[in-house]
């Protein structure tokens, strides 16, 4: 039977089959795209969870500096990040411009991570501690579009740190008190004989006309001079360190700071039997670091007291300085193994109660190791020839 529809009725039927098939296909994508709609809804919903769910805040800035997510507990720090226009500068620091060093910046340009702590001092949050890392977030060909900022809430931790390193620093005045006052006593003896001897010689009356009594007056009062020097020293030393820290870092040179804490424990030390040397191989304006003074000289004071202890029946206590690249190296032998210990455990905040004073050691290895982390430094362990270990201290070079 033959088919009378004309050629323009059969066109139309198969138009109308064509679009029959296009429309089920396009349900078929909505249905797709509503599928994977609800999954990266279910994704999104996960991600906000477990970013809420963190103790810290955490913010996502774009190549301008400016946020663009933010956690919940970021928004309890700092209520004024509501507002999605504002940069990381203001919010934070209350700045109009960028900050100098600017840690986001940085890890934009180098894609590497950065960290650091800091304390606030005008706002809401004013006398707190907080620590920072900025993280890159690159796109499928690698370059970084945008950096997370994850900032943790530390006073607590760094009030505890200080309460720990005033009373660990007034244990280490005790340890020197000993020392000191027999170093002292020593330029104090000097000074009295000598004196004494220039006391007598005033009494001859010939005084003018002897060069040679006159020569010996000369020298006895340099040697008076320097010795009365030689006591100032030795208390400015103590008094540089048994003071209060400040909360500014500023750039110290790091050999003069190693020196002056081996003054301090040289005569004890000596009584010991302990030979101190110390070879320094920083090269000029290459030997500076950012740091507190007040800090290192604790963390080195606390390491030569571990090291004392270990070599109870006396030696060699030989301290190096030198340049790896852009970092600063201190060598400090542990010929007994004793301090070559993963540092990375002692990361424990003990109370000061009975308990932890037992674990005093281990208390002072977790202070080291928190002042060298403070200053961007890192500590390892390395075999030496004789079969003993040596700590070795990296701190990064302030350049000039």
């Known amino acids: 039977m033959d088919d009378k529809r004309t050629p323009a009725e059969l066109d139309f039927k198969g138009l109308r089959h064509s679009k029959i098939g296009y429309f089920k296909e396009v349900r078929t994508k909505i249905k797709e795209l509503e599928k994977l709609n609800l999954q990266l809804a279910k994704r999104h919903n996960r991600l906000n969870a477990i970013f809420n769910s963190m103790s810290d805040g955490v913010t996502i800035l774009d190549r ?7 956690n919940q507990v970021q928004r309890e720090m700092f209520p004024d990040i509501s507002d999605s226009a504002k940069h990381c500068h203001q919010i934070f620091y209350q700045r109009d ?7 986001a910046l940085k890890t934009m340009e180098t894609g590497q991570m950065m960290r650091g702590e800091h304390m606030f001092k005008k706002g809401r949050l004013t006398n707190r501690f907080y620590e920072w890392t900025t993280s890159p977030i690159a796109d499928a060909r690698g370059q970084v579009e945008e950096v997370i900022l994850i900032m943790r809430d530390i006073t607590e931790r760094k009030e505890f740190e200080f309460r720990s390193m005033q009373n660990d620093r007034m244990v280490s005045v005790g340890f020197l008190a000993t020392s000191l006052a027999h170093e002292i006593n020593n330029p104090l003896t000097s000074i009295a004989g000598f004196s004494e001897g220039l006391l007598k010689r005033l009494k001859r009356r010939d005084l003018e006309d002897d060069g040679r009594l006159l020569a010996s007056f000369r ?5 008076i001079n320097s010795e009365a020097y030689r006591c100032k020293d030795i208390i400015q030393n103590l008094r540089e360190f048994s003071k209060n820290a400040s909360d500014e870092y500023e750039t110290l040179q790091i050999d003069v700071i190693i020196a002056e804490t081996i003054a301090l424990v040289r005569q004890h030390a000596k009584d010991h039997r302990i030979q101190i040397t110390y070879q320094n191989h920083l090269a000029a304006g290459f030997n500076g670091i950012i740091g507190k003074s007040s800090q290192l000289k604790h963390l080195f004071l606390n390491l030569f007291k571990q090291l004392f202890s270990a070599l109870a029946a006396g030696g060699e206590l030989a301290v190096t300085a030198r340049n790896d690249g852009e970092n600063i190296e201190v060598l400090l032998p542990d010929p007994n193994g004793s301090l070559s210990v993963d540092f990375s455990g002692c990361l424990t905040y003990p109370k000061l109660d009975g308990a932890a004073m037992q674990g005093r050691e281990r208390m002072d290895l977790s202070l080291c190791y928190n002042i060298i982390r403070h200053h961007k430094g890192e500590v390892q362990t390395q075999p030496m020839g004789d079969g003993g270990q040596q700590l070795v201290l990296r ?5 000039p």
């Open 395 to 399: 701190f990064p070079v302030a350049l």
């Open 64 to 70: 301008n500096l400016a946020v663009v997510f933010t």
């Open 97 to 103: 411009t960028r900050c100098p060093d600017c840690p």
């Open 219 to 223: 020298e006895y009062l340099e040697i």
